[in-house]
Nanobody
């Protein structure tokens, strides 16, 4: 089984930055689509960003495009979400999730306006709280 450990959340003022980490153990991150989802109080969980195996493709929800960046460090088997210019609407619990996606399969993270499907993802981290104050 794959285990995911999300970390890096915290309290930040609007306009500030945070970097979330998703440490993957049990298998190589290169064989997985990794997605970040978030859930604000009273709202459904939404896809924020994802990357396919070997970081191709990458996808961002419109509300974070240009502010958030998803990257991977294969040596550390970790996927990061750098979040800049945070605003109060970004306040949520952030989750990372993994889906086995052999190179070439295209599972989990798609080109174009197709967000990652929450129900496709098999393994989930525990969530990390991000709070942005005005």
């Amino acid at each position: 089984d794959v285990q995911l450990q999300a970390s890096g959340g915290g309290l930040v003022q609007a306009g500030g930055s945070l970097s979330l980490s998703c440490a993957v153990s049990g298998d190589s991150v290169d064989d997985y689509a990794i997605a970040w989802f978030r859930q604000a109080p009273g709202k459904e969980r939404e896809g924020v960003s994802c990357r396919g195996p070997n970081d191709r493709p990458k996808w961002y929800v419109d509300s974070v495009n240009g502010r958030f960046t998803i990257t991977s460090d294969n040596a550390k088997n970790t996927v990061y979400l750098q979040m800049n210019k945070l605003n109060v609407e970004d306040t949520a619990v952030y989750y990372c999730a993994a889906l086995y996606s052999p190179p070439g399969s295209g599972y989990g993270c798609y080109e174009g306006p197709y967000p990652p499907e929450r129900r496709e993802y098999t393994w989930w981290g525990q969530g990390t709280q991000v709070t942005v104050s005005s």
